[in-house]
């Protein structure tokens, strides 16, 4: 069955660090989402890519926060720098283009800033 | 903006018995999509059942089904026959069909006594 890869699996980091987090979306996937899970909480939607455009990325901190999607395939979300509140879950996940069937996601990458 | 409200951080049932998680949802269209997701505590998020709005019939997949109520805006999950597999963190989310966000609640831990 095929999968969102994401890696690393975990990362710990200093804070002021830059730290980034690689997503392998579904092959024929358009639609590549970036999502943060803080712990107990639901995931937010950091940001949406079509292809390789950004459609989404209204909560994204654009301060510290940058994602891209060169070739429309596999993205990378980087903070830079990594803030102690940063700490947190970072889901991929990606569907058909407007998938009614839902979403399918990677594995996360739990952040721990120190 | 759409609003998904998951009143029961916690909840526990007996193997075997038939839990049921609540949730709502706050949104001015028509026509849109709701899902349960599951996330057991290998954090992969694992697509449990989806319910379009425009169908009256509630959506059943084996153990799980949903009660839709539509004018009440409610989507509560039903699991009978319990298992010890179900044991994890429910989420509700919303997706509109204007839109590609896929919008989720706080969440409710199951958890499964033998």
């Known amino acids: 069955e095929a999968e969102v890869a994401q890696s690393p699996r975990y990362k710990i980091t200093e804070k002021s660090q830059a730290v980034a987090f690689w997503c392998d979306p579904i092959s024929g996937h358009a639609t590549l989402y970036w999502y943060r899970q803080i712990l107990g909480q639901g995931p937010e939607l950091l940001v949406q890519?079509?292809?390789?455009?950004?459609?989404?990325d209204s909560q994204l901190p654009k301060d510290r926060f940058s994602a891209e999607r060169l070739k429309g395939v596999d993205s990378t979300l980087k903070i830079q720098p990594a803030e102690l509140g940063d700490s947190a879950m970072y889901l991929c996940?990606?569907?058909?283009?407007?998938?009614?069937?839902?979403?399918?996601f990677g594995s996360g990458t739990r952040l721990t800033v120190v | 903006a759409q609003t998904v409200t998951q009143s029961q951080p916690e909840m526990s049932v007996q193997e075997a018995e038939t839990v049921t998680l609540s949730c709502t949802y706050d949104?001015?269209?028509?026509?849109?999509?709701l899902f349960w997701y599951k996330q057991p505590p290998s954090r992969q998020m694992i697509l449990v059942i989806r319910?379009?709005?425009?169908?009256?019939q509630n959506a059943t997949e084996n153990r799980f089904s949903v009660n839709f109520q539509k004018a009440a805006k409610s989507f509560s999950l039903k699991i009978s026959d319990s298992q010890l597999g179900d044991a994890a963190m429910y989420f509700c989310?919303?997706?509109?069909?204007?839109?590609?966000?896929?919008?989720f609640g706080e969440g409710t831990q199951l958890t499964v006594n033998p």
């Open positions: 989310a919303y997706w509109e069909t204007s839109g590609s966000r896929l919008t």
């Open positions: 949104t001015s269209e028509s026509d849109y999509y």
């Open positions: 890519f079509q292809d390789e455009s950004v459609v989404d």
């Open positions: 319910q379009e709005a425009y169908k009256q």
């Open positions: 996940a990606s569907s058909r283009l407007r998938d009614r069937d839902g979403y399918t």
